[in-house]
């Protein structure tokens, strides 16, 4: 077996290799990942502490490495979902996953004085990444691709999904807990004539998506969801959440399920869609946090069912979790083609950031290790059957 170790191959350096090395291998093996091996999802390894780092700190490690070019991988998402699949995730470096659920549950880390750091940090990185990255409508969260060929078609596919879980008519208004650039706004209100407001912690999100609704009946607002509302005087008939009940945290789930019960008419739906996990008490990964979503939180079933049952009926619970493997592949796709032109402005460490995170997540949902679901629920049980529209 030829290893590459910073720019070395040669069995007689493998004298070099300690235990940690070995067993890192024995380990990768029973995923069918080899340590220099020409397949795309085998690790190119080129630092001889690789496998010390990943074997103490688990996935911070292992993203970390990654990050200092430490190893290389063609197919990242493939050998995530390899890692996963044959659970070498829980036999390593779990010290670190546990101070990450302990510290999680000792402490609000989506405090409102916290909830706007990932807006900072995250979605105000650049309209122009996101822009290249996205596709024209800048929906960021998991497209629908039963019909769809391309990126654009699965997320106006997941847009018109969701207007129609949530029957929307003209005149209706909707409220988009965690809105992005406003592209659910756009689509309801272009498409089905609803008048909207949206949530954002994010100026960036917030400066772009009213520069894009100009002339439309969509109107954002810059704030944390705790402050919207809070004597329950605007009621909406609708109300959507896509892909930001993952920043709301468990120590959070009554009052967020308790601001939509307020805004919502007694006759209105609601609809969740949110990346979960599937068991609970758990944490976010730790790489994650620390470098994409500081202060993210998955909800399991059983948190979301718990948390909200005072406040709603659930009427459909919907798994698109294999449609976001293919959605993070599209935005990979794109991002590896917009490098180019955003090389000078990132840099080559953002580019190894960036690219794993992507890919990673692609192989935890390809490994069926994260869910994405679609839950629509309503204050009393809707009158007559609720029946998820086929599409």
């Given at each position: 077996m030829a290893i590459e170790?910073?720019?070395?191959?040669?069995?007689?350096?493998?004298?070099?290799?300690?235990?940690?090395?070995?067993?890192?291998?024995?380990?990768?093996?029973?995923?069918d990942i080899r340590v220099g091996g020409n397949r795309p999802w085998d690790m190119r390894v080129h630092h001889p502490a690789t496998f010390d780092r990943i074997l103490a700190q688990g996935s911070l490690?292992?993203?970390?490495?990654?990050?200092?070019?430490?190893?290389?991988?063609?197919?990242?998402?493939?050998?995530?979902?390899?890692?996963?699949?044959?659970?070498?995730?829980?036999?390593?470096?779990?010290?670190?996953?546990?101070?990450?659920?302990?510290k999680a549950r000792l402490t609000n880390l989506q405090s409102p004085q916290r909830a706007w750091q990932v807006g900072e940090m995250h979605y105000d990185l650049g309209n122009d990444l996101y822009e290249a990255m996205l596709d024209p409508s800048m929906a960021y969260s998991c497209a629908y691709w039963p019909s769809a060929q391309t990126l654009a078609q699965a997320q106006e596919a997941k847009l018109e999904l969701i207007c129609q879980k949530l029957q929307m008519k003209p005149g209706m208004t909707l409220l988009d807990i965690g809105c992005g650039w406003g592209s659910l706004m756009l689509h309801a209100a272009r498409h089905h004539g609803v008048n909207c407001v949206g949530l954002t912690v994010s100026k960036e999100q917030a400066r772009l998506g009213n520069a894009k609704a100009q002339g439309w009946p969509v109107r954002f607002e810059l704030a944390d969801y705790r402050q919207f509302n809070p004597e329950g005087h605007q009621r909406f008939d609708r109300i959507a959440s896509v892909g930001m009940f993952e920043h709301v945290g468990h120590k959070?789930?009554?009052?967020?399920?308790?601001?939509?019960?307020?805004?919502?008419?007694?006759?209105?739906?609601?609809?969740?869609?949110?990346?979960?996990?599937?068991?609970?008490?758990?944490?976010?990964?730790?790489?994650?946090?620390?470098?994409?979503?500081?202060?993210?939180?998955?909800?399991?079933?059983?948190?979301?069912?718990?948390?909200s049952e005072d406040h709603f009926v659930m009427e459909d619970w919907h798994n698109l979790g294999e449609d976001y493997d293919k959605t993070?592949?599209?935005?990979?796709?794109?991002?590896?083609?917009?490098?180019?032109?955003?090389?000078?402005?990132?840099?080559?460490?953002?580019?190894?950031?960036?690219?794993?995170?992507?890919?990673?997540?692609?192989?935890?949902?390809?490994?069926?290790?994260?869910?994405?679901?679609?839950?629509?629920?309503?204050?009393?049980?809707?009158?007559?059957?609720?029946?998820?529209?086929?599409?």
């Open positions: 170790l910073n720019g070395v191959k040669s069995e007689t350096d493998l004298v070099r290799i300690d235990d940690d090395w070995r067993r890192a291998c024995d380990l990768l093996a029973t995923a490690g292992l993203g970390e490495s990654y990050l200092d070019g430490w190893w290389d991988c063609d197919e990242v998402d493939e050998l995530i979902n390899r890692i996963l699949r044959s659970r070498l995730d829980e036999q390593v470096g779990r010290a670190g996953w546990l101070w990450a659920s302990l959070n789930y009554r009052a967020y399920f308790e601001m939509a019960r307020r805004s919502l008419r007694d006759d209105g739906l609601f609809l969740l869609h949110t990346i979960g996990k599937n068991r609970a008490g758990g944490s976010i990964d730790p790489w994650i946090e620390k470098y994409i979503f500081p202060n993210g939180a998955l909800p399991s079933a059983s948190e979301i069912a718990f948390c993070l592949m599209a935005w990979h796709a794109r991002f590896e083609a917009a490098w180019p032109a955003l090389k000078d402005r990132y840099g080559e460490r953002f580019y190894r950031m960036w690219r794993y995170y992507l890919l990673c997540c692609a192989g935890t949902f390809r490994a069926r290790d994260n869910q994405l679901w679609q839950v629509v629920l309503s204050p009393s049980g809707q009158a007559g059957v609720y029946r998820r529209p086929l599409m």
